[in-house]
Nanobody, 123 residues
Framework: QVQLVESGGGSVQAGGSLRLSCAAS????????MGWFRQAPGKEREGVAR???????IYADSVKGRFTISQDNAKTTLYLQLNSLKPEDTGTYYC?????????????????WGQGTQVTVSS
C-alpha cells in the first residue's frame, strides 16, 4: 500500500508557473512507476507525465517542453514543475503509482491515487 498526497496547486495567469508535490508514504519501494494525471471539467482524465525507477521520464505531447517530472533521491516525493501555463492546463492534477510492476511504458493500470490538487490558469 502506498499513500499519496498532492499539494502545490493554485490559480495563476497564463504564462505563469507552479510546482506540484506528491508525498508518498507506505511501501514506496513497490512504486517503480509513478506519474501525474489531470482531469479538466467535462473531460476524461489524461496522463501528463510518468517516471520509472531509473529516472526515465515521458510526457504527453501537450506538455512537452513546459512540464518536468522529478523525484527526490529517497523517492518519497514526486514533483511536477509546470511552466508556461496555458488556460487549457486547468484541471485537477493527480499523483499516481503503479504498484506491483516495474512496467512503465504507458499511462495505463496505475492503481494507487492521490486525492488531487486543483490548478486554474486564467487568460
Amino acid at each position: 500500500q502506498v499513500q499519496l498526497v498532492e499539494s502545490g496547486g493554485g490559480s495563476v495567469q497564463a504564462g505563469g508557473s507552479l510546482r506540484l508535490s506528491c508525498a508518498a508514504s507506505g511501501d514506496t519501494t513497490s512504486a517503480a512507476c509513478m506519474g501525474w494525471f489531470r482531469q479538466a471539467p467535462g473531460k476524461e482524465r489524461e496522463g501528463v507525465a510518468r517516471i520509472n525507477k531509473n529516472g526515465f521520464h515521458i510526457y504527453a505531447d501537450s506538455v512537452k517542453g513546459r512540464f518536468t517530472i522529478s523525484q527526490d533521491n529517497a523517492k518519497t516525493t514526486l514533483y511536477l514543475q509546470l511552466n508556461s501555463l496555458k488556460p487549457e492546463d486547468t484541471g485537477t492534477y493527480y499523483c499516481a503509482a503503479r504498484l506491483g510492476s516495474e512496467y512503465c511504458y504507458d499511462f495505463l493500470r496505475f492503481n494507487s491515487w492521490g486525492q488531487g490538487t486543483q490548478v486554474t490558469v486564467s487568460s
